[in-house]
């Protein structure tokens, strides 16, 4: 049993759609998220750049006494998670998994769309998994620009936002893409707008973060971490940034506004 808290990572807003699952599926567990905010948006920054960012960040975790980190970040973790393993070592570490097998398994069209950013796209995870579940299926992948700055400045529900997603899915829809990934852990904020984009299509939209919750839970209990059942969680919010930043952090976090 351990008490300490889960550290939950991201550059900004985006992970919190992970610790809403987290907190769900653990509800026992005390939770420190830390959203970078300073350095957001990580999407076209240079690996070794979200390297150093992953690095700092997991760094201030563990320091906080973190018994366990979620990177809730795609970039980060296509950029990082090898690093960041082999240096924390003693520390267990869940990456997002980009959720393209089970796209291609569910395709009935025989096409998936992928969004994502920039920098999580050209990693070797993306690469890897889509070839390795993909070969009889035609991935397209796009990244969703300017979706990350329309979370991070609130303005998921707005007709610009719409326009945007609509853009980013266009390709992919035209094509006949019945499943959509979403592979960013600030996407699923816009999932209202992604659901009115592809209404009426047959078109399924997958978000990792409940399946990343379930991983997290595996590997407290591989390593023995759970709390106590009775445990009363402590919910704390870090940032790099302001503390006007980490006020948003707790706001979004507590807000029933992800779909
Ligand atoms: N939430 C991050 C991800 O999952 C967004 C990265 C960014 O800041 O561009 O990739």
Sequence with gaps: MNNAPIGIYDSGLGGLTVWREVRKLLPEESLSYLGDGKNCPYGSRSRGEVQALADAAVGRLAAEGCKLVVVACNTATAAAIDFLRAKYAALPIVGMEPAVKPACLHTRSGVVGVLATERSLDG????????????????????????????????????????????????????????????????????????????????????????????????????????????????????????????????????????
């Design 124 to 259: 070797d995870l993306f690469h890897r998994t889509a070839a390795r579940y993909g070969r009889d299926v035609k991935v397209i992948a796009r990244p969703g620009h300017g979706f990350v700055e329309l979370v991070e400045n609130d303005l998921e529900a707005t007709p610009e936002a719409e326009r945007m997603v609509a853009a980013a899915m266009a390709g992919m829809l035209e094509q006949g893409a019945d499943q959509i990934v979403l592979g960013c852990t600030h996407y699923p904020f816009l999932m209202e707008t992604i659901r009115r984009v592809t209404a009426g299509r047959g078109v399924t939209v997958i978000d990792p973060s409940p399946a990343v919750a379930r991983h997290t839970a595996e590997l407290l209990d591989k390593w023995n971490l759970r709390a106590e059942p009775a445990h009363r969680p402590e919910y704390r919010f870090l940032t790099f940034a302001d503390d006007a930043y980490r006020e948003r952090l707790r706001r979004k976090a507590f807000a029933a506004d992800i779909a």
